[in-house]
């Protein structure tokens, strides 16, 4: 281990929760108990994790449990200087995580976690950067379905377009062709926390719609706009698109990444993401429909009767998820098309096996941990996005156990 002080690799904070829970069975059936991988579950509520335990079955019996409270800086800190990795699921993160970070970056712990909110990202990173770069504490925001697919497969395919063709894409974009699938109680309530945030705090609400936001002080500026807010034929593919709905987080985390990598994929990187809703009329008015709901969503967000509402009649709420089932029976297909300055263009397929939100997600965030403590990674201590952080190595992983392939073509 690289902290020679760690009793685990791996410590997932948030066990009990939907998707914690998930992640914990992936890396039970993928590792196994005190094997390769040390790990170990932790929690506030101890008859909640000897329930879980106890739902896991024999095969759980030897997996150590911790209990620590997401305000309690004390408890905190005792349970980061035990691991490696912090996984954390605990969110919204702006209300829950910012502690647990601080802990993280106290003890030079590495940690990662499911964050899609822009704006608490933006406040870890101007506030934690330089302890981070000073205790050795690698720090990873949005290591599931925001943003790692996006990521990850836009680093994919600029590899490919430097030996393809001896340069990076400097125009991508990223296409949602299918998905099935729910969004997350977590990340329904993460976005209306972001939206009562921006509502209240007029900084905020720059953070969340700039496109280079999450950049260095010294890259905050590039070619791209603010994301598509409403129907675009894509001419490319002869389909209409529509706003995507994580296109917010993962747009301004790839270009992060490109900035982190000293501009790998070039200055005036360009990159934009949408979803497809098919060619013709019938595309058209489902772009119309998927604009029209997003909007109302984002309206009814930001006024605090609808807001809630919507919480208490319609949307899925923390911990809630879907079925086993339902999970395995979901997937996802985005298509990234990048251009290269000469006019040559190069395609890759992004696809994974099961919903994104949950399935994918847990099983995306558990080998983003694994990663984090036992391979060998480029990059010091710091705040990272995962290309950045982990490229080469969850390039290897995430098609040998996670279920996301990247295909060109």
């Known amino acids: 281990m690289n902290h020679p002080q760690a009793d685990f690799h791996v410590i997932v904070w948030g066990a009990t929760g939907f998707t914690g829970r998930l992640v914990v069975e992936y890396l039970l059936a993928r590792y196994g108990v005190n094997r390769d991988l040390c790990w170990a ?35 905190l800190r005792s349970l980061v200087s035990r691991s ?38 933006r406040k870890m990173i101007d506030r934690y950067e ?27 395919l600029q590899q490919e377009a430097l030996r393809r063709f001896g340069k990076p894409c400097s125009n991508v974009k990223m296409r949602v062709m299918a998905l099935r699938g729910s969004a997350s109680g977590g990340t329904m309530a993460s976005m209306l926390n ?5 509502r209240g705090d007029r900084a905020v609400a720059r953070i969340l719609v700039e496109p280079y936001s999450l950049c260095p002080t010294h ?8 994301d598509q807010t409403g129907p675009l034929l894509d001419t490319d593919l002869n389909v209409w698109t529509a706003p995507f709905v994580m296109a917010g987080v993962n747009t301004k985390v790839v270009r992060r990444s490109n900035a982190l ?44 009767m609808l807001r ?24 996802y297909k985005l298509i990234l098309r990048g251009k290269v300055d000469g006019g040559q263009s190069l395609t890759v397929t992004v696809r994974g096996d099961r919903d994104p939100g949950y399935g994918s997600t847990s099983k995306i965030l558990g080998e983003s941990g694994v990663c984090l403590a036992l391979d060998q990674l480029p990059v010091e201590g710091g705040f990272w996005t995962p ?10 992983r995430l098609p040998a156990s996670a279920g996301l392939t990247f295909t060109t073509g």
């Open 41 to 75: 579950i932790a929690g506030r509520n101890g008859s909640k994790l000897a329930a879980l335990k106890d739902d896991l079955g024999s095969a759980a019996n030897e997996l150590p449990v911790f209990m620590a409270d997401s305000h309690d800086p004390e408890t």
């Open 84 to 121: 490696q990795v912090i996984i954390s699921t605990v969110g919204p993160y702006a209300r829950y995580g910012s502690e647990l970070v601080a802990a993280c970056v106290q003890s030079g712990t590495h940690y990662c976690d499911l964050a899609g909110e822009v704006q608490w990202m």
């Open 219 to 226: 890259a905050r500026g590039g070619p791209d706009k603010r």
């Open 194 to 198: 972001a939206i009562q945030e921006a």
């Open 387 to 396: 290309a950045s952080a982990m490229g080469d190595a969850l390039l290897k």
């Open 261 to 304: 990598m000293n501009f790998a994929y070039g200055r005036e990187f360009s990159y934009q993401e949408a979803m497809s809703t098919g060619p013709g009329m019938g595309g058209y008015l489902k772009a119309m429909q998927v604009t029209l709901a997003l909007g109302g969503v984002m309206l009814a967000g930001s006024v605090s």
């Open 130 to 156: 330089a302890s981070a770069r000073k205790s050795g504490a690698r720090i990873v925001h949005a290591c599931g379905f925001d943003s790692i697919p996006s990521d990850i497969g836009v680093y994919y």
């Open 308 to 331: 809630s509402a919507l919480q208490k009649f319609f949307l899925p709420k923390p911990g809630e998820g879907p079925s086993q089932d339902q999970r395995e029976q979901g997937f």
